[in-house]
């Protein structure tokens, strides 16, 4: 039977839902280069419809050794699906592949530049990118990134450049603005109020667009001190970004009842352990978005035994590759409710594989997603040698970093209504009070203000229950060059200071909803 043929009858059986036809074409197409690596997709898709993600992994992972031809647009459609099934360390390696870096298809290039840049591969994205405009390209959202780039690189003055160049193709795009207003504290002979206030007079006609010029307005009169002007703007940015989001408090509030219930049904985590030098150690910083954790994490990167490996989506990953779970990206109640059969010595092995590449050589590395305080029991059971620090800020702080904060991709749903923050911030405390009790002694309560105001002594504290030596450089946070990631990426270049810890009095009138929703929580202030 001829090739094409053969590739044709694979393709039927596909579509009409013949699997098993299917599987079994695509496994003999596998023997010619030309039709590899599809063949390897669509089995890995075989594999997905069925359930079974371990073996969807495993068939993109195979197409990364198979003797494929130099197809740039099948190698940047495979950077793309490694990444979706976690597969970093391999996704990387392709993205290096000459026959993809050196390739002239500008859209291959910009493909998987794109994927790279929006899972924190700063460098390969970088790489990639930088190669389209070498072959000519200039579009705005290419040079967008290429400033988010800069950027996380540390190179202000190349991400302006690289911003500027994308308004003049696209004047108008909110994201591009959102970046400029954020790229650097906003001053009277230099901002964007004039040119934001313009564009807002005919708002764009999506309301994710609109709402993002209003997030960039209020950053900016915020940073010129004009917070009575500022207010009005971030008030109808949460209500745009509120009213399409979809966002359910009730089900994120049962979805933590469940963590904490399903958690007890387990049994308790081995005493800890000493941290092995043959292996990486994981440094956990958990706690709430704009709590401190880049912060906190740029002065465990000066340590010489210690890589900052930024917000880590692993974790929640290979729960659901030990879980064997082919489901949404975000932790639902198919994960919860599951956990009860989690092998935690498998997933403690997954996690320690997928992330040993990431430590560039050092025993220890840090991992700061937020939302793996969900996991905190799991992590314990899984590593006895991980330890976990849990960085959090005055509730009412808290509560408003949330609130100021643009989150891209809708992460965050809580963050765009008053009552909603304070409802899941006093959620998470509870569920961090009850691992307390749970786990005495394993997770290490960090107040950002003792944090932002004592430094060294925070930080020493710190070192010792994650049983560092200290060295004293770590508290100059302005000396680590490392890339950063997260929204924090301007401030955390500048040395630890305390100017954020009460930013939100400014705003107490308006925040009154707020406040009242936290009820005693907001007058007690953040113990540690």
């Given at each position: 039977?001829?090739?094409?043929?053969?590739?044709?009858?694979?393709?039927?059986?596909?579509?009409?839902?013949?699997?098993?036809?299917?599987?079994?074409?695509?496994?003999?197409?596998?023997?010619?280069p030309?039709?590899?690596?599809?063949?390897?997709?669509?089995?890995s898709?075989?594999?997905?419809?069925?359930?079974?993600l371990?073996?969807?992994?495993?068939?993109?992972?195979?197409?990364?050794?198979?003797?494929?031809?130099?197809d740039?647009?099948?190698?940047?459609?495979?950077?793309?699906?490694?990444?979706?099934?976690?597969?970093?360390?391999?996704?990387?390696?392709?993205?290096?592949?000459?026959?993809?870096?050196?390739?002239?298809?500008?859209?291959?290039?910009?493909?998987?530049?794109?994927?790279?840049y929006?899972?924190?591969?700063?460098?390969?994205?970088?790489?990639?990118?930088?190669?389209?405009?070498?072959?000519?390209?200039?579009?705005?959202?290419?040079?967008?990134?290429?400033?988010?780039?800069?950027?996380?690189?540390?190179?202000?003055?190349?991400?302006?450049?690289?911003?500027?160049?994308?308004?003049?193709?696209?004047?108008?795009?909110?994201?591009?603005?959102?970046?400029?207003?954020?790229?650097?504290?906003?001053?009277?002979e230099?901002?964007?109020v004039?040119?934001?206030?313009?564009?807002?007079?005919?708002?764009?006609?999506?309301?994710?667009?609109?709402?993002?010029?209003?997030?960039?307005?209020?950053?900016?009169?915020?940073?010129?001190?004009?917070?009575?002007?500022?207010?009005?703007?971030?008030?109808r940015?949460?209500?745009?970004?509120?009213?399409?989001?979809?966002?359910?408090?009730?089900?994120?509030?049962?979805?933590?009842?469940?963590?904490?219930?399903?958690?007890?049904?387990?049994?308790?985590?081995?005493?800890?352990?000493?941290?092995?030098?043959?292996?990486?150690?994981?440094?956990?910083?958990?706690?709430?978005?704009?709590?401190?954790?880049?912060?906190?994490?740029?002065?465990?990167?000066?340590h010489?035994?210690?890589?900052?490996?930024?917000?880590?989506?692993?974790?929640?990953?290979?729960?659901?590759?030990?879980?064997?779970?082919?489901?949404?990206?975000?932790?639902d109640?198919?994960?919860?409710?599951?956990?009860?059969?989690?092998?935690?010595?498998d997933?403690?092995?997954?996690?320690?594989?997928?992330?040993?590449?990431?430590?560039?050589?050092?025993?220890?590395?840090?991992?700061?997603?937020?939302?793996?305080?969900?996991?905190?029991?799991?992590?314990?059971?899984?590593?006895?040698?991980?330890?976990?620090?849990?960085?959090?800020?005055?509730?009412?702080?808290?509560?408003?970093?949330?609130?100021r904060?643009?989150?891209?991709?809708?992460?965050?749903?809580?963050?765009?209504?008053?009552?909603?923050?304070?409802?899941?911030?006093?959620?998470?405390?509870?569920?961090?009070?009850?691992?307390?009790?749970?786990?005495?002694?394993?997770?290490?309560?960090?107040?950002?203000?003792?944090?932002?105001?004592?430094?060294?002594?925070?930080?020493?504290?710190?070192?010792?229950?994650?049983?560092?030596?200290?060295?004293?450089?770590?508290?100059?946070?302005?000396?680590?060059?490392?890339?950063?990631?997260?929204?924090?990426?301007?401030?955390?270049?500048?040395?630890?200071?305390?100017?954020?810890?009460?930013?939100?009095?400014?705003?107490?009138?308006?925040?009154?909803?707020?406040?009242?929703?936290?009820?005693?929580?907001?007058?007690?202030?953040?113990?540690?």
């Amino acid at each position: 039977m001829r090739i094409q043929k053969r590739w044709q009858l694979a393709e039927q059986a596909f579509e009409t839902g013949n699997l098993t036809l299917a599987e079994s074409h695509f496994h003999d197409l596998l023997r010619f280069p030309e039709f590899a690596l599809v063949a390897r997709f669509r089995l890995s898709q075989i594999a997905g419809k069925r359930g079974n993600l371990r073996a969807a992994a495993e068939q993109t992972l195979a197409a990364v050794n198979d003797r494929v031809a130099p197809d740039p647009e099948g190698l940047s459609t495979l950077v793309d699906r490694l990444l979706t099934l976690g597969e970093a360390e391999a996704a990387v390696s392709v993205a290096e592949r000459p026959a993809l870096l050196q390739s002239r298809d500008v859209r291959a290039l910009s493909d998987a530049g794109r994927t790279l840049y929006y899972n924190d591969l700063t460098d390969q994205a970088f790489h990639l990118l930088s190669r389209c405009v070498e072959l000519g390209a200039d579009g705005s959202r290419l040079h967008h990134m290429l400033g988010g780039c800069h950027l996380r690189r540390g190179d202000i003055e190349a991400a302006e450049r690289s911003y500027r160049r994308s308004l003049e193709l696209e004047p108008g795009a909110p994201p591009v603005h959102w970046s400029l207003a954020k790229l650097r504290r906003q001053v009277p002979e230099s901002n964007h109020v004039d040119v934001l206030r313009g564009l807002l007079e005919t708002p764009p006609a999506r309301p994710d667009d609109e709402a993002v010029l209003c997030y960039a307005l209020f950053k900016e009169l915020d940073d010129l001190g004009d917070h009575a002007a500022a207010w009005p703007w971030l008030e109808r940015g949460m209500q745009l970004q509120r009213g399409q989001s979809g966002y359910d408090i009730n089900a994120e509030l049962a979805l933590l009842e469940r963590i904490e219930s399903v958690d007890a049904e387990l049994p308790p985590p081995t005493p800890a352990t000493t941290p092995d030098a043959a292996t990486v150690s994981p440094i956990f910083i958990v706690g709430l978005p704009r709590a401190g954790s880049t912060l906190l994490e740029r002065a465990f990167g000066l340590h010489s035994q210690v890589h900052g490996g930024g917000e880590l989506t692993d974790f929640p990953r290979q729960v659901r590759m030990s879980l064997n779970l082919a489901s949404s990206a975000q932790l639902d109640e198919s994960h919860v409710a599951a956990m009860t059969h989690l092998d935690p010595l498998d997933l403690g092995r997954r996690y320690r594989k997928h992330v040993a590449w990431r430590a560039q050589g050092k025993t220890r590395l840090t991992d700061k997603l937020p939302v793996n305080f969900r996991f905190i029991g799991a992590i314990l059971r899984a590593m006895p040698d991980a330890r976990i620090v849990h960085i959090h800020r005055d509730p009412v702080a808290a509560c408003f970093a949330n609130l100021r904060e643009y989150f891209f991709g809708g992460n965050y749903g809580y963050s765009y209504e008053q009552e909603e923050v304070a409802t899941y911030v006093r959620a998470h405390r509870r569920l961090m009070a009850t691992f307390d009790q749970r786990y005495p002694g394993r997770v290490l309560s960090l107040p950002y203000a003792e944090l932002a105001s004592s430094p060294d002594v925070a930080l020493q504290r710190t070192f010792e229950h994650c049983g560092l030596v200290w060295e004293p450089q770590c508290g100059q946070v302005e000396r680590n060059t490392a890339q950063v990631s997260t929204a924090s990426a301007t401030q955390v270049r500048e040395p630890i200071h305390t100017r954020s810890v009460a930013h939100w009095r400014n705003y107490e009138a308006q925040l009154q909803p707020m406040i009242d929703a936290l009820g005693a929580l907001a007058t007690a202030g953040d113990p540690a």
